[in-house]
């Protein structure tokens, strides 16, 4: 069977798509993934993904927009997929699938979009975004096929990319580094700068981790770049610069430090999927729909009655000027940054993610068209 697996979001929504590519790979022979432009290093190196179909719709207006899907309905319907398994709730990406000539198309029952679908399940809004992305293959009988276990989200790297001297191992955690990210909430046409917890905080968790003898990374996007400074400058102007780095590079990068300390942006969740413990600093969002899953990660917020509001735009525009992450105090972050250090047991790492590790047990894990999927789908596709 021939899956292609539809998403269009920021980096954090298509590293919680990765769980469900693993568990797609059990019963296809070939997967594919149609996603934005700026998400592809997030699967460009997946060893479960077979081809990458990028498509941006916000790119063009009128009838550009127009010869740009038509160009990707033209592309989807060149490889013949038997299933798309659409993760987007507006109804363009079930009306793509139906272009071309995809004939299941499973998806969540939500919008316009329901009726162009072949199989949906209920969208739960309090549901943990990765595992509501996995309840869409209840649609073709996949209902709990992951058991107890905690859906680990994966990102893969290329072994090709370089690592700065500053990262003393040459594999695993560097249990002297702490990795930080004072910035993000920008993606292509949105600024989410609500969730960044105040600069001049993350400036003195900085100076507290030089003081205890620990070595800092600082991390962020060009746009994050005045912000680091800042940090750095209160540190003396030592520690690793990871401004502007690629998305590969970042990850190989935070893949070496014993922690990674940051808000609710890709980077944090890129982290967590290269298998760095994490500590989340939430504010206005749900840590229970969008924290990394798993022992290695923790969740600190401040419980208030206006959080989580989901508001979007600048930290100004809230009425209650911005509480949830300004009185969020450093000296608390500390403590359990102290705590997760001092729990971090001998020889526990990163998990790995090299782009030849994943890829060699690929076909001893891929069970072929289950019984179940093709009888779901009512026989033979």
């Avoid at 790119?59 to 319907?77: N, S, Y």
């Avoid at 749900?286 to 206006?306: F, K, Q, S, T």
Wanted: charged share 25%; glycine share 12%.
């Amino acid at each position: 069977m021939r899956v292609v697996v539809i998403k269009f979001g920021a980096i954090g929504d298509m590293v919680f798509t990765t769980p469900l590519l693993r568990e797609v790979s059990r019963f296809a022979s070939h997967v594919g993934v149609l996603t934005l432009p700026w998400s592809r290093a997030v699967y460009e190196h997946h060893p479960e993904v077979d081809r990458l179909h990028l498509f941006d719709p916000w790119r063009a207006q009128g009838f550009g927009r127009v010869k740009l899907a038509w160009r990707i309905v033209r592309e989807l319907r060149r490889e013949r997929y038997d299933l798309a398994v659409i993760l987007h709730r507006s109804p363009l990406a079930p009306l793509l699938a139906l272009l071309a000539g995809i004939r299941q198309r499973i998806g969540f029952a939500q919008r316009g979009g329901r009726l162009l679908l072949t199989g949906a399940v209920p969208f739960d809004g309090e549901r943990h975004e990765v595992l509501r992305n996995l309840s869409v293959l209840e649609a073709i009988g996949r209902e709990g096929a992951l058991g107890s276990l905690v859906p680990r989200t994966e990102m893969f790297l290329p072994q090709e990319t370089s690592l700065d001297p500053f990262f003393r191992k040459k594999a695993g955690a560097d249990d002297s580094v702490i990795g930080l990210f004072p910035g993000g909430g920008v993606n292509p046409g949105m600024t989410f700068a609500y969730k960044r917890w105040p600069v001049e905080k993350f400036a003195r968790l900085a100076q507290r981790l030089v003081a205890d003898g620990h070595r800092v990374a600082i991390f962020g996007g060009r746009e994050d770049e005045e912000l680091c400074h800042a940090v750095q400058e209160a540190i003396g102007g030592v520690g690793y610069w990871g401004i502007g780095r690629s998305l590969a590079e970042f990850g190989r990068s935070v893949q070496r430090c014993a922690l990674f300390v940051g808000g609710d942006t890709g980077p944090l969740h890129i982290a967590a999927a290269v298998g760095t413990p994490t500590l989340a600093l939430f504010g206005p969002t749900d840590p229970r729909l969008v924290a990394p899953l798993g022992e290695l990660h923790r969740v600190m917020r401040l419980e208030l009655p206006c959080s989580p509001c989901y508001l979007h735009g600048k930290p100004g525009d809230c009425r209650e000027e911005h509480r949830c992450m300004r009185e969020l105090e450093v000296e608390a972050v500390w403590e359990r940054v102290q705590e997760m250090i001092g729990q971090r047991s001998e020889g526990v790492g990163a998990q790995g993610m090299d782009e030849a590790s994943g890829a060699s047990d690929r076909e001893n894990r891929r069970e072929g068209e289950s019984a179940e999927v093709r009888a779901a789908l009512g026989g033979e596709a």
